[in-house]
């Protein structure tokens, strides 16, 4: 078929064409390859475009229609309060702020990314609902990032969980829900949990347990009993550790039973549950074990005068069943003898009561403050320490971490910076805030990043002085930030924003002195710029998410 010009049909008798065909002409371009199918006299580009629409109208004609599928359940309503406007605007741009879209250097912008989690735990705390265009976005951040999916599904709800079940690439959502996303019996339900403990997921019935713990430590010990005979080794681990919610003396003649579970890791974590319950049979049993090991003796000693108190130690010469039974392990470690592994672990998982017994009445800082014969200090400090973290007991965290002035800045028991963050995690959140605030203004920032890391959030203002006061030091040393770089980034999420204000005088670039690294002045006032406008940005997030005047009320944390 022709026009009226004689001229022929773009399409007329054209060939059936590949898709690859055209696509390599197109990336080729037409000067370099003639189209499939070209008629004389039209320009190539032209004939591309229309040998593409050909192609494209074929290839949807013969798509074959599919039988319609289901369509989905309609999620229920959130009930929650929508999020304010200007809210939403932020976390639409905290969500853009990806990984790599920075563009490398960030200079004085604020890592908007790092200010997410905290941006969440805000509008958690008004208890506020996701707005429905943002869930996709949302679900794409907590799966890159596992650290975000606790909050992120709360913001989220259920529409979170009915959105996962639609997309693979969500799934976790699922996994994370107790029992899969699923309604779990409540109270009024006994048969319904009765049923899914016996006949449910593994997932499922974890989460059941922990809820019924929960509300009722007494039933749930009743539901394990009932088939810990048959329960899988590490499926008996998993439920025995729900136990630590809410541990009570009432667990201790099923933790006792569990002393002979057939699987170590079951026998190691029932005998340290019952250790830290100080008036458990296993626990005098680990008193007399270990203070039979322990003694203070008088040195030096003449016919008239008493000399300097020493704690001695003789550690046990063999690890028996009754100790193994009680969670000993008897191999020690590559590196470690086998006296004193024995030895730590009875001192760990005896009650710290029993040595202010055993020592005449002393206090905790009294008897860290004794001497200790033949090299076993720290050891023994070291198992003390272990001891006062497990049973959360302030008075000998106190004694242990001692002043944090002093020259070894960690107290006579505290052997490194792990152990001293976990002693500081037993203490009140300010007492924790000020005794990190001391050791700043002492030893200042270098050894402080794990110690800054347990302090509750944002950071009571002395310790916030001492932060800012350090980081001040440090640059007039004439040093570079990087070597801050951890302690700046923690201070940007961390830092209560009012100290925005103390800040903005170290954000001017200071002149390059003789001592000062070359151009390290101006890294610092960057450094410094990105502190200040990161804490003003979150005054302006807390500001956003303030329900308006009369709305309902909640208590929300000061970050």
Not at 7 to 26: G, N, Q, R
Not at 257 to 268: M, Y
Not at 461 to 482: F, H, K, T
Not at 521 to 544: C, P, V
Request: glycine fraction near 8%; hydrophobic fraction near 45%; charge should be neutral.
């Amino acid at each position: 078929m022709t026009g009226t010009t004689g001229a022929p049909s773009p399409t007329a008798a054209a060939p059936a064409l590949s898709w690859e065909d055209l696509v390599t002409t197109a990336l080729l371009g037409t000067d370099r390859r003639t189209p499939p199918g070209a008629v004389s006299g039209r320009e190539a580009p032209v004939a591309l475009l229309d040998a593409a629409a050909v192609a494209t109208v074929r290839r949807r004609a013969g798509i074959r229609p599919v039988r319609a599928a289901k369509r989905p359940a309609p999620v229920a309503p959130d009930p929650r309060p929508p999020l304010p406007p200007a809210a939403t605007r932020r976390l639409t741009t905290l969500l853009a702020d990806r990984p790599g879209t920075g563009g490398g250097r960030r200079g004085a912008a604020p890592d908007l990314m790092e200010l997410l989690p905290q941006w969440l735990a805000l509008a958690n705390a008004h208890g506020y609902a996701a707005p429905p265009e943002v869930l996709p976005a949302l679900l794409d951040a907590a799966r890159g990032r596992t650290d975000l999916r606790p909050a992120v599904l709360a913001f989220a709800g259920a529409r979170a969980l009915w959105l996962a079940r639609l997309n693979p690439d969500w799934r976790f959502a699922l996994r994370a829900a107790p029992g899969g996303g699923a309604a779990l019996p409540g109270p009024d339900e006994p048969e319904r949990a009765r049923l899914l403990w016996q006949e449910g997921l593994f997932a499922e019935r974890v989460a059941l347990l922990t809820v019924i713990r929960a509300r009722n430590a007494s039933s749930a010990r009743e539901l394990l009993s009932s088939t810990w005979s048959t329960e899988r080794a590490e499926d008996r681990l998993m439920f025995l550790d729900t136990l630590r919610t809410g541990l009570e003396s009432a667990d201790e003649p099923f933790l006792e039973a569990a002393l002979t579970d057939r699987s170590r890791n079951v026998r190691a974590t029932a005998a340290e549950l019952l250790s830290a319950l100080p008036d458990s049979a296993l626990a005098r049993r680990m008193a007399r074990r270990a203070t039979a090991c322990v003694a203070v003796e008088h040195t030096g000693s003449t016919s008239t005068v008493l000399g300097t108190p020493t704690i001695v130690v003789e550690a046990p010469h063999e690890c028996d069943p009754g100790m193994e039974r009680d969670g000993v392990l008897p191999k020690a470690p590559a590196g470690r003898g086998e006296r004193s592994w024995w030895l730590g672990q009875l001192v760990e998982a005896a009650p710290l009561g029993a040595w202010s017994r055993r020592f005449g009445g002393r206090t905790p800082e009294e008897i860290v403050a004794l001497p200790v014969a033949d090299d076993w200090q720290g050891e023994l400090h070291g198992a003390w320490c272990r001891a006062a973290v497990r049973q959360r007991d302030p008075g000998w965290s106190r004694a242990l971490l001692g002043a944090p002035s002093t020259p070894e800045a960690g107290g006579p028991g505290a052997v490194s910076l792990a152990e001293r963050a976990k002693l500081l995690a037993t203490l009140e959140s300010g007492e924790r805030a000020a005794w990190v605030a001391g050791f700043i203004a002492t030893h200042g920032l270098s050894e402080a990043f794990q110690l800054l890391g347990v302090c509750a959030v944002p950071w009571a203002p002395p310790l916030g002085r001492a932060v800012v006061d350090a980081l001040d030091i440090a640059r007039d040393a004439g040093s570079y930030p990087w070597s801050f770089s951890g302690v700046m980034g923690l201070a940007e999420r961390c830092l209560d924003p009012a100290e925005s204000v103390r800040l903005e005088p170290l954000t001017a670039t200071p002149e390059d002195t003789e001592d000062t690294a070359p151009g390290a002045g101006g890294y610092w006032a960057e450094a410094f710029q990105r502190l200040t406008t990161t804490l003003r940005l979150r005054a302006t997030m807390r500001t956003e998410l303030a329900p308006p005047e009369g709305a309902w009320k909640a208590t929300v944390p000061q970050g």
